[in-house]
């Protein structure tokens, strides 16, 4: 009885190990921002009463896509995170999954959550999807090897879920969903460029050709991200403007403009130069600038929903 009873609880502890790593497959940071920005979208743009069940359609569909993407990038990326002191223990690079059953998961998941946006809300959605889904595998994951320039190109398919949250709700396109990929845009740089600060050791080792590896002062991303935070805060300000939000979200989001402004005005300032100290500084200011990003977003995709017009 007692050895049947462990050999439960032996099977109970590798299925949930073996869940536990598709979860991490699919990116769950990074995809349950696409989700949420994705809801805020649709909830802006709805008109008269709340479509609950499209709702969840939008969420499901939106959370497969994402995550049948980071699958798939995983798998093209296996041999670099293998590399990778960040990501060597990833369930690929670290032997827990076999590259075979990595794709055939984010085929799978990928075409469903097409599949799922395409149906059960509209055709324009689901196409939004599948550009998302291919501008981030095709083009921004092999150019990250390529040039600097990938990082913008990878802007794109990070800042879409917004639009896709819209086009959902309203199957159609105008200036407002827009202006939510102008704030997911502009976010995003300050974002990845503090990671890849933080981890440009890492990326050098695995080969990656972004500009923190090209950039050893930090001058160059400091100037990057500084700009960006600069075009953050008119880019958050125009919901307001077109309608979209009150005048609480407009307060709320200057303020929260300034303050992300402010990380990257320190991280500026130090970069640069050469000696020890200030580079020490660097460091410090992009680990808050990107601890900073991960509360900017959320923060303001809240108070955007709640001062909804």
């Not at 299925?15 to 995809?31: F, G, Q, S, W």
């Not at 740089?189 to 981890?199: D, E, N, R, V």
């Not at 160059?220 to 953050?232: A, F, K, N, Q, V």
Request: charged share 15%; proline share 5%; hydrophobic share 50%.
């Amino acid at each position: 009885m007692n050895g049947d009873v462990k050999a439960l609880e032996d099977i109970n502890i590798r299925v949930r190990a073996r869940i536990l790593d598709y979860i991490e497959l699919m990116k769950p940071e990074l995809t349950g921002l696409s989700v949420l920005t994705t809801l805020c979208g649709f909830y802006l743009a709805t008109t008269g009463r709340f479509n609950y069940w499209l709702f969840f359609h939008t969420a499901i569909g939106t959370l497969l896509v994402g995550g049948g993407a980071g699958a798939l990038n995983k798998y093209i990326e296996r041999a670099y995170d293998a590399l990778m002191k960040r990501t060597e223990h990833r369930p690929l690079p670290s032997g827990r999954m076999t590259p075979l059953d990595v794709l055939i998961f984010g085929i799978s998941v990928s075409l469903i959550g097409i599949l799922e946006l395409s149906i059960f809300t509209n055709l324009l959605t689901g196409f939004l999807a599948v550009l998302t889904w291919t501008t981030y595998l095709f083009l921004y994951t092999p150019l990250k090897r390529v040039t600097p320039f990938s990082t913008i190109i990878g802007g794109i398919p990070g800042a879409l879920p917004p639009v896709m949250g819209w086009t959902a709700a309203r199957n159609e396109l105008s200036l407002q969903p827009w202006v939510l990929f102008a704030i997911l845009f502009c976010w995003q740089m300050p974002h990845f460029f503090s990671l890849a600060w933080m981890y440009r050791k890492d990326y050098a080792r695995a080969g990656f050709k972004i500009l923190t590896v090209m950039d050893p002062s930090g001058e160059r991303t400091s100037r990057m991200i500084l700009g960006y935070c600069i075009g953050l805060i008119p880019s958050s300000l125009a919901p307001t403007l077109l309608g979209m939000t009150g005048t609480f979200s407009i307060v709320s989001a200057f303020a929260l403009g300034v303050g992300f402004l402010y990380f990257g005005i320190l991280l500026l300032k130090f970069s640069g130069r050469s000696e020890p100290e200030a580079l020490g500084k660097v460091n410090f200011y992009s680990r808050r600038m990107f601890f900073a990003s991960l509360l900017y977003l959320p923060i303001l995709m809240i108070i955007l929903t709640l001062d909804k017009v």
